[in-house]
């Protein structure tokens, strides 16, 4: 496993992001969350995966439950994060009071990185940072982070907290790369962490949906898995399985690969088994090389382009 580290912190470039932990859209099961989500927390820390992500909403804090059992017994080995989520009025008693909730419904005295999940006109940074900086006082947050947040966003809460935010999390993939323009470079210069969540567009760039299926739960919502999409996307994932086939790799790993070779940048994708997470963690390991992280960006440019007004619409 390779690690990110800056400020201080050592997070593993390929995390966990908990959402399916009990969140709904992902209709896993009880099997899952019972038994299965122990497995792949156990395996990942086995592989020196050491981000745990998750957040109050997802599940209506059930996942922050499930993650809390999974890492009770592993609690030194986890770099925990969550996430507060900016509802009407969320100033600095109630982001502490949320913490405070979040950090009962994990079964821990401290968490490592807690996050503003999206900005909000409805919770300024004055207000957000001022129970952050509280929270870091108390001892119950190590580390501030943001996610969804623009590059100015992003300075503006560190101004707000009076030191460092640690990261920003956002989506970025071979599908999704405008976190390129700004965050990347700002977070390269400055000491942060960009955190890339949904790295393989909710399992789009797995090469699992060739859009002869209808996939359910979030999936059918999102625009990448519409049948039309599919013959665009064929430049894309034809160079993802050809890099793949010369690794002895998965596309997935591959796609994985070239998201963590960005500089400070770290994944978090899901498992739905342990068995996933551990084709997950060996992506850290690939290396690729100059021509292939090209071949893969200009075919991800070609398919923005070609699909463009598809994924807009």
């Known amino acids: 496993?390779?690690?990110?580290?800056?400020?201080?912190?050592?997070?593993s470039s390929i995390g966990l992001g908990a959402w399916q932990f009990g969140a709904q859209g992902w209709d896993y099961g009880d099997e899952y969350l019972d038994k299965e989500s122990q497995k792949i927390v156990d395996r990942a820390l086995d592989l020196g995966v050491n981000l745990i992500d998750t957040a109050e909403v997802y599940g209506d804090g059930r996942s922050?439950?499930?993650?809390?059992?999974?890492?009770?017994?592993?609690?030194?080995?986890?770099?925990?994060?969550t996430k507060v989520f900016p509802g009407s009025g969320l100033d600095a008693d109630e982001?502490?009071?949320?913490?405070?909730?979040?950090?009962?419904?994990?079964?821990?005295d401290r968490i490592d990185l807690y996050q503003q999940h999206w900005p909000s006109p409805d919770a300024p940074a004055e207000a957000v940072m001022a129970g952050m900086r509280r929270l870091q006082q108390d001892g119950l947050v190590t580390h501030v982070g943001v996610s969804n947040f623009s590059t100015k966003a992003w300075q503006?809460?560190?101004?707000?907290?009076?030191?460092?935010v640690l990261s920003n999390q956002v989506r970025y993939s071979l599908v999704a790369r405008r976190p390129e323009q700004n965050l990347i470079p700002r977070a390269a210069a400055d000491g942060r962490i960009v955190i890339a969540y949904s790295?393989?567009?909710?399992?789009?760039?797995?090469?699992?949906?060739?859009?002869?299926?209808?996939?359910?739960g979030v999936r059918a919502r999102n625009p990448l898995f519409r049948a039309e999409v599919a013959d665009k996307a064929k430049v894309l994932t034809t160079a993802l399985s050809e890099v793949a086939a010369?690794?002895?790799?998965?596309?997935?790993?591959?796609?994985?690969?070239?998201?963590?070779?960005?500089?400070?940048?770290?994944?978090?994708?899901?498992?739905?088994?342990?068995?996933?997470?551990?084709?997950?963690?060996?992506?850290?390991d690939i290396?690729?090389?100059?021509?292939?992280d090209a071949r893969l960006g200009e075919a991800s440019a070609a398919f923005a382009e070609e699909a463009g007004e598809l994924l807009r619409g």
Do not use: C
């Open 246 to 284: 010369a690794h002895g790799a998965t596309a997935a790993q591959v796609a994985l690969a070239w998201v963590v070779r960005r500089p400070n940048v770290v994944a978090i994708p899901g498992a739905s088994s342990a068995e996933q997470m551990e084709q997950n963690a060996a992506a850290a």
């Open 64 to 81: 922050e439950e499930v993650v809390g059992r999974t890492i009770a017994a592993r609690r030194g080995e986890v770099f925990l994060a």
């Open 287 to 292: 290396e690729l090389t100059q021509d292939e």
């Open 1 to 11: 496993m390779r690690y990110v580290e800056v400020g201080g912190v050592k997070v």
């Open 156 to 164: 503006e809460a560190e101004q707000a907290l009076g030191g460092a």
């Open 199 to 216: 790295p393989l567009g909710q399992g789009f760039l797995s090469g699992r949906y060739d859009g002869t299926t209808n996939p359910g």
């Open 95 to 108: 982001v502490v009071k949320r913490a405070r909730a979040s950090a009962e419904r994990l079964g821990v």
